[in-house]
Structure formats: C-alpha cells, structure tokens
C-alpha cells in the first residue's frame, strides 16, 4: 500500500482552547514527523488567538514552557478559508487565499479574522534543527 495519509479536514480533531478559536492538529493526525502543521480555525471577527512569539525571552517563554521544542519556531501561515489579518510587531498583514506569511520565532504575532472567519494553514518548525514532535502543531 503506497505511504499515504488521506483525511478530511473536520475529521480531525477540533481542539478548543479559547473561545472562538479552534485547532486541528494536522500534523498528528496526518503522522507527520518533520514539522508542524495545524489547522486554526477562527469564528467570524474572533480576536480571541493569543499574541505570543517562540522565543525563550518574551511572551513565549511563558507559553511554551512545558513544550519547550517550540523556542526558536518560525511559522508560515496560509489561508484555506475566509480572512484575516496578521499583526505582527506593530505592523498588519492581509490572510488570505491571495498571501502567504513567514513569521520569525521572535516577532510577537496575533492573528484576528474577518467578517467570514478563518480557517488558517499554520506550518512551523525551527531554523536548521530537526523537528521535535510534541508541541501543538
């Protein structure tokens, strides 16, 4: 049998950890094991994604410390679905189905959707390291 892994998306899944916003762990569900890979999903207008960034000496420091595979994490975001913007250190960046966004471990980010939600594609995993299974994505 070929080295597949097939599924629908809403097969996965749907962990709530704030309200409004969901995730998916893809990776997981897929068995993928050399990076990161969720599905957030984000209700119309929710604010609710946390700011965080993946450094060890700001905000996810505290974040991530019981899953400390996540430091030095850059993420690439792609919208599946909807809109939203990205703010990242004081800038604002379009999500949607017409951009794709890298964002470095220490940049501070947050994710808002827009009026129609999000269903948002997040990759990550750390520059010139293996990837360690365990974190959310």
């Known amino acids: 049998m070929a080295?597949?892994?097939?599924?629908?998306?809403?097969?996965?899944?749907?962990?709530?950890?704030?309200?409004?916003?969901?995730?998916?762990?893809a990776a997981a569900a897929l068995g993928v094991s050399s990076l990161g890979i969720s599905i957030e999903e984000l209700d119309p207008e929710?604010?609710?994604?946390?700011?965080?960034?993946?450094?060890?000496?700001?905000?996810?420091?505290?974040?991530?410390?019981?899953?400390?595979?996540?430091?030095?994490?850059?993420?690439?975001?792609?919208?599946?679905?909807?809109?939203?913007?990205?703010?990242?250190?004081?800038?604002?960046?379009?999500?949607d189905p017409d951009h794709i966004v890298r964002v470095g471990p220490s940049v501070k980010r947050k994710i808002v959707a827009g009026p129609d939600g999000l269903r948002l594609l997040a990759i990550g995993g750390t520059p010139g390291k293996a990837y360690e299974a365990g974190g959310t994505l």
């Not at 962990?15 to 409004?20: I, K, N, T, Y």
């Not at 679905?81 to 960046?93: F, H, K, M, N, W």
Request: glycine content about 12%.
């Open 46 to 95: 929710a604010d609710e994604y946390p700011e965080h960034d993946h450094s060890e000496e700001g905000i996810g420091g505290q974040m991530f410390a019981q899953r400390p595979q996540q430091f030095g994490q850059e993420e690439i975001y792609v919208a599946l679905r909807g809109s939203g913007v990205l703010e990242a250190d004081g800038q604002t960046y379009p999500i």
């Open 3 to 25: 080295d597949v892994a097939h599924l629908k998306i809403e097969e996965i899944d749907l962990l709530q950890g704030f309200d409004r916003v969901g995730m998916r762990r």
